[in-house]
């Protein structure tokens, strides 16, 4: 009996979705629970999976751009091929390779016998994990997707992307054919992203203005907590924590920046989900951090932490990235020294972050090496003024120099 996978409906204003990567080639024996195919709309990725076992037919070819609901594949349901055997279906299914070979080599003799899901083995590359030093709590000692997660878990998430993107570009293709030029049609994502930048140049009034932070105070505080922080929570205390506190500080002192412009009225937001940009090898993206006001550092890291892992698994979903009042960018994980953000409608603000570089300042007098960070902050003039955006800066910059403020609320 052959089953039907169609393109599923992932939103209300998404009509169509383009075939990103088929996981399984035309023919494999797949069972129910893999994933076959990740598809790519002007928003996410998802990845497909088939509910039931048998024989895979492709119905499209990756980059075939298909409307939500037509079939993008079939399943010749039946039992397994002799010698295929069910261990695939184990971990989200995929053939196994050894962890001596996934991991590009190590003691053969001490990895004998264990095998790794391909799922596995791709973030365990991503991640720069070494597979001969993960525990496998899968099947007969298999290293799952869930173990690679655990072993990277204490890695900072800011290097690990740094590591993915310089990875990423050393691994760039060269030209086929000694081509001056190649040509290949954007994705249903960057075609968004690229709308979505000129509409918000073409509809807000933006406005940029700049301030530096001394981050000395921010940096020596982390230091003195980090083990503690580390063995209480479970993860580091990073930066971001860190400004989006200071964001919803300035954005309690000064609400206008908390208001976006729908038609002839100002809507005033009474909370404060902050969005936080992440760059993706697919483009960017911006989750959003639920209700920071209410938010302890440790669970403000937790959530960025597991968005980073999303984005990386490429699971981020609709309702992750909806919904924000403001966003905060770090171009400073890329070597950024200064930039003016754009806005992301409706939003009113956006706050860049940048690299933190040992720059001499006037201190009481005397002229002294401090770790130095510019801070810009991208406003709708519209209905945010000039003397607000400078303001609401001013607190953010406030708060990052004197963090104590923040975890008493002074």
């Known amino acids: 009996m052959s089953h039907e996978i169609k393109i599923p409906s992932v939103g209300e204003s998404i009509t169509s979705a383009t075939l990103g990567t088929w996981h399984k080639s035309d023919g494999d ?51 397994a091929p002799e010698g295929s055997g069910d261990s695939a279906a184990e971990d989200g299914g995929g053939e196994e390779e050894t962890a001596n070979s996934a991991s590009g080599g190590g003691d053969e003799s001490s990895h004998e016998g264990v095998k790794v899901t391909p799922v596995a083995r791709k973030i365990a590359e991503d991640e720069g994990v070494d597979l001969a030093t993960v525990s496998g709590t899968g099947a007969g000692g298999k290293i799952t997707k869930a173990d690679v997660l655990e072993a990277a878990a204490g890695a900072d998430v800011t290097h690990s992307e740094n590591r993915a993107e310089a990875a990423k570009q050393e691994s760039a293709p060269t030209p086929a054919d000694g081509k001056r030029t190649t040509r290949k049609k954007m994705s249903p994502l960057r075609r968004k992203i690229a709308t979505h930048l000129v509409n918000a140049q073409q509809t807000s009034a933006i406005l940029t203005t700049f301030n530096e932070c001394d981050m000395t105070e921010i940096m020596e505080l982390r230091k003195r907590v980090q083990d ?13 924590s860190f400004f989006i506190k200071a964001v919803v500080d300035a954005l309690k002192a000064v609400p206008s920046v908390n208001a976006q412009i729908d038609g002839d009225e100002i809507v005033e937001n009474h909370f404060f989900d902050v969005g936080v940009a992440v760059g993706t090898d697919k483009g960017l993206m911006v989750p959003v951090v639920r209700d920071c006001d209410q938010k302890s550092f440790a669970q403000i890291e937790q959530d960025i932490i597991d968005y980073a892992t999303k984005a990386r698994e490429g699971s981020i979903g609709l309702p992750d990235l909806q919904g924000g009042v403001f966003t905060i960018t770090n171009g400073g994980i890329y070597g950024s020294l200064l930039s003016t953000p754009i806005l992301n409608p409706p939003q009113s603000g956006i706050l860049g972050m940048h690299s933190i570089q040992q720059r001499p300042v006037a201190l009481n007098g005397e002229v002294v090496i401090r770790p130095m960070m510019y801070l810009a902050l991208s406003y709708d003039h519209r209905i945010v003024d000039g003397k607000e955006a400078v303001t609401f800066l001013v607190r953010v910059k406030d708060c990052l120099e004197h963090p104590e403020r923040l975890l008493v609320g002074a």
């Open 29 to 79: 024996y797949v069972n129910a629970g893999e994933v076959i195919l990740t598809i790519e709309t002007d928003k996410i990725s998802t990845e497909l999976e088939t509910d039931k076992s048998g024989i895979l037919k492709h119905l499209a070819a990756e980059g075939d751009e298909l409307d939500i609901g037509a079939p993008v594949a079939a399943i010749e349901e039946g039992e």
């Open 228 to 240: 503690d922080f580390v063995n209480r929570h479970g993860v580091k205390l990073g930066f971001m």
